[in-house]
Each structure stands twice: as structure tokens, then as C-alpha cells.
């Protein structure tokens, strides 16, 4: 039973170029949630996702950031014309059905690089 | 992945008492975080201490790290009825790959 999928773990992109970043959700996970991290500092929430529904986005930019969880296949972050303050790691999580407590599983994350 | 310990499990307390919980980790870390998840809804980052700090304060929170035991707690002092959430420590060693305990359910009565 694999565990959270994100790939690619490194991404490496100049500044105007787009990046999509993939995750897949534990099987019969139909919640994922979208964080960013700076170096050294916490998580930050971005977006929380059910199939085919943005249920809160509160911390997502209003600018460039993109996210989407379709009917099939996985969920996609996308950062339109990065910028080098857009390198950091970007982890998913994904929950069952029901989204209740204590029951969120991390992805590896993606290192994002902007040149 | 999630990995550490947190106790305990879970915790019910009354409105205006303080609110203690643990974590315990394994490996060497560059920091440790603690965040709280209110029910179905994203984590939200409440304190970071850093390998060489001991103790933290961030308004009614309380963090303190000691890495020859690799452990670390979360006081919530005067608690409220709104703390009522889970709380997860995650450590980082700095490879990219955040490592969360299992939560402690903080239940806070009226």
C-alpha cells in the first residue's frame, strides 16, 4: 500500500518558466492538502483539495498559483512565471474520506529551485 | 512519513487549566516544529525551535527542546475552549523529509 507520491522530489527552473508539481494521494484518499516550506522555517498551508473541488484556499497567492485535484489522476500545484522567492519544498498530505483528526500522511516532498 | 511520539494521545482539560503534551523523536534534527489541526482542516504552524535554542515562548505557548533526550513539549497555558484541536511535533533534519508524530487530541470543556 504506497504511501504518498509526489514527484519530481527536485525541480529546477528559471525565473518566467512554469512549474507543475504532482502528488498522489494514498489510495482511497480523496482529500489533499498543499503546504510550502521556506528554509528553516514551518509548513505552510496553501490549499486543501477534495476531488475535482478547491475547498479552501485561504493560503494559496492570489497571483501565479494554481491548483487542482481532478477526477482522475493526481493533484497538480502549478506556479505560473516563477520567481526565485518561489524556491522552497512543497509537501502534499492526503486524507480519507471524512477528513477527521490525526489522519493526515506527508508526501517526500518537492524541492523547488528557481534560477 | 510519520514518525515520533507524542503523549499522550489525548488530553481533556477544563477551560483556563494548562495543557501539556510531549514529543519524542529519534533522530538528530536542524529543528523542531509543533503545528495544530483543527478538525478537517490543513495544519497551521505554531512554534519552531531550532536544535541550539532550549525554550521558546509565542504568546499562551510555551515550546522547550532538550536534544540529549530528544524530546520536546507544548504547554498551553490558560487554556480556552478554541485550543480545542490536534497538536503534531515534526522534526526536520534538514533532508527534506518532515517527520510528524502522531498528534495528541486536546479536548478543552467550557
Known amino acids: 500500500n504506497a504511501g504518498v507520491m509526489q514527484n519530481p522530489r527536485h525541480l529546477v527552473r528559471r525565473r518566467g518558466q512554469e512549474a507543475r508539481l504532482r502528488c498522489s494521494p494514498m489510495?482511497?484518499?480523496?482529500?489533499v492538502y498543499w503546504y510550502r516550506q521556506l528554509p528553516e522555517e514551518g509548513l505552510k498551508f496553501m490549499v486543501y483539495?477534495?476531488?475535482?473541488?478547491?475547498?479552501?484556499e485561504s493560503g494559496m497567492p492570489k497571483e501565479r498559483f494554481s491548483a487542482e485535484f481532478p477526477k482522475e489522476g493526481p493533484s497538480i500545484l502549478r506556479i505560473q512565471q516563477v520567481v526565485r522567492g518561489d524556491s522552497a519544498a512543497y509537501f502534499c498530505?492526503?486524507?480519507?474520506?471524512?477528513?477527521?483528526?490525526?489522519?493526515?500522511?506527508f508526501g517526500p516532498g518537492t524541492r523547488l529551485t528557481v534560477l | 512519513s510519520q514518525q515520533g511520539e507524542e503523549d499522550p494521545q489525548a488530553l481533556s482539560i477544563q477551560e483556563g487549566e494548562n495543557a501539556t503534551m510531549n514529543c519524542s523523536y529519534k533522530?538528530?534534527?536542524?529543528?523542531l516544529q509543533w503545528y495544530r489541526q483543527n478538525s478537517g482542516r490543513g495544519l497551521v504552524h505554531l512554534i519552531l525551535?531550532?536544535?541550539?535554542?532550549r525554550e521558546k515562548h509565542s504568546g499562551r505557548l510555551r515550546v522547550t527542546l532538550d536534544t540529549s533526550k530528544k524530546s520536546s513539549s507544548l504547554l498551553i497555558t490558560a487554556s480556552r475552549a478554541a485550543d480545542t484541536a490536534s497538536y503534531f511535533c515534526?522534526?526536520?533534519?534538514?533532508?527534506?523529509?518532515?517527520?510528524f508524530g502522531a498528534g495528541t487530541r486536546l479536548t478543552v470543556k467550557p
Open positions: 498530505a492526503s486524507s480519507s474520506a471524512g477528513g477527521g483528526l490525526n489522519e493526515q500522511f
Open positions: 489510495k482511497g484518499h480523496s482529500h
Open positions: 483539495l477534495q476531488k475535482e473541488n478547491i475547498i479552501d
Open positions: 533522530t538528530s534534527i536542524n529543528n
Open positions: 525551535i531550532r536544535s541550539n535554542e
Open positions: 515534526a522534526t526536520d533534519a534538514g533532508d527534506n523529509d518532515m517527520r
